[in-house]
C-alpha cells in the first residue's frame, strides 16, 4: 500500500462499499480484477475452503493463514471475520494483534457464545455472551490494534435488545455495528438502529436472505450502512459450477467437451499472472534459466 492508497477506514468514510467474500489467493485476484475495492475474508468461505461448516471448526490459526494468503495475493484493503475471538478477552486482543500483523485494516467479532455457530444454518436463536463480557473484550481489542483499523461489532441478539448491545459496543469503542440478517426483520429496524447507535453499519448481503433482496443501494444509504459484505456469492457460484463440472466428469462425457464450457487455459494463465512472473524472470535470472 502506497501513501496515496485509500485505507478502508478512508472508503467508507467517503461512501458506500462493498466487500466480497474470498478465502484464498485466486478468489482475492479475481475480486480485485474485477474492480472492487475492498474485499473480506469470509469466515463462512474460509470454513467451507477446509470441507467444514461455519461453526468455528477451523482454528485462529487456519483463518489467520487464509487472510495472509489473501492479503499477499491483492493489494486491496482487507477486511476480516475473527469470530469470537477466539475466547476471552485477553485471548481476543491477541487475535486481533495478529489479524493486523496479517494485513487487515478491518475486522468483525461477534457476541456468541464460543464456539459459535452461523445464524442462518441453525433454526434455533443462538447462544450469546452477557454484554459485560461482550463490551469487555472489544474494549481489549480496541486498545490493542492500531486507531485507523476498523473494528466492527457483530451481534447476534434480536430487536431492543440488539440495539442496546450496539450502543454498548460503541461506547466501549466500536467503530461501526454489524447486525445479522436475523437481528432486524424490516428496513426500518435498520434504520432505526443506526439513528439510535450514532455510527455506521456493515451489512451482510448473503446469497439467499431479505437483505440481499432488498438492501438496493439506495436502501443502504438510508439505514447508514458504509460496508456491505458479499460473503457467499463468489462462494456458491463457484461451488455450483465445480460440482457441475465434476457431475458431467464423473458421468462419462469426455474431458474436451467440459472444459470447452468452462474458462480457457490461456485465459487462466493470464488472469494467474504468468505473463509478469516471465517479465521478471527476463529481468532478474541469467539467460540459460530462461529456457
Request: with cysteine; net charge negative; aromatic share 6%.
Amino acid at each position: 500500500m502506497t501513501a496515496t492508497t485509500p485505507t478502508l477506514k478512508d472508503l467508507t468514510m467517503q461512501g458506500l462499499v462493498y466487500a466480497p467474500g474470498v478465502w484464498d489467493g485466486l478468489t482475492a485476484r479475481l475480486a480485485e480484477q474485477a474492480g472492487f475495492s475492498a474485499l473480506c475474508a469470509s469466515g463462512f468461505a474460509v470454513s467451507a475452503s477446509l470441507g467444514l461448516p461455519d461453526a468455528e471448526l477451523y482454528t485462529a490459526t487456519e483463518n489467520l493463514q487464509a487472510v495472509r494468503t489473501i492479503h499477499e495475493s491483492s493489494a486491496l484493503p482487507l477486511v476480516a471475520d475473527i469470530d469470537t475471538g477466539y475466547g476471552n478477552a485477553v485471548n481476543a486482543a491477541r487475535t486481533a494483534s495478529k489479524f493486523v500483523d496479517a494485513g487487515v485494516q478491518g475486522m468483525f467479532m461477534e457476541d456468541q457464545v464460543s464456539p459459535k455457530s452461523c445464524p442462518i444454518c441453525v433454526g434455533d436463536p443462538v447462544d450469546l455472551i452477557t454484554v459485560e463480557e461482550a463490551t469487555g473484550k472489544i474494549r481489549a481489542v480496541r486498545d490493542n490494534i492500531p486507531d485507523d483499523v476498523l473494528l466492527i461489532a457483530r451481534t447476534d441478539a434480536r430487536g431492543d435488545d440488539a440495539i442496546r448491545r450496539a450502543q454498548a459496543y460503541v461506547d466501549a469503542g466500536a467503530d461501526m455495528i454489524m447486525p445479522v440478517t436475523k437481528t432486524f426483520e424490516t428496513i426500518e429496524q435498520w434504520e432505526r438502529c443506526h439513528d439510535e447507535v450514532g455510527v455506521p453499519l456493515m451489512a451482510t448481503l448473503t446469497a439467499s436472505t431479505w437483505t440481499e433482496r432488498d438492501f438496493t443501494p439506495e436502501v443502504l444509504e438510508r439505514i447508514g450502512v458504509r460496508l456491505a459484505l458479499l460473503p457467499t456469492q463468489i462462494l456458491m457460484a463457484a461451488t455450483g459450477a465445480a460440482r457441475e463440472a465434476l457431475r458431467r466428469l464423473a458421468g462419462g462425457e469426455a474431458a474436451a467437451s467440459v472444459s470447452a464450457d468452462a474458462l480457457q487455459h490461456h485465459e487462466f494463465v493470464d488472469l494467474i499472472g504468468f505473463p509478469e512472473v516471465e517479465a521478471k524472470q527476463r529481468k532478474y535470472l541469467p539467460a540459460e534459466s530462461n529456457r
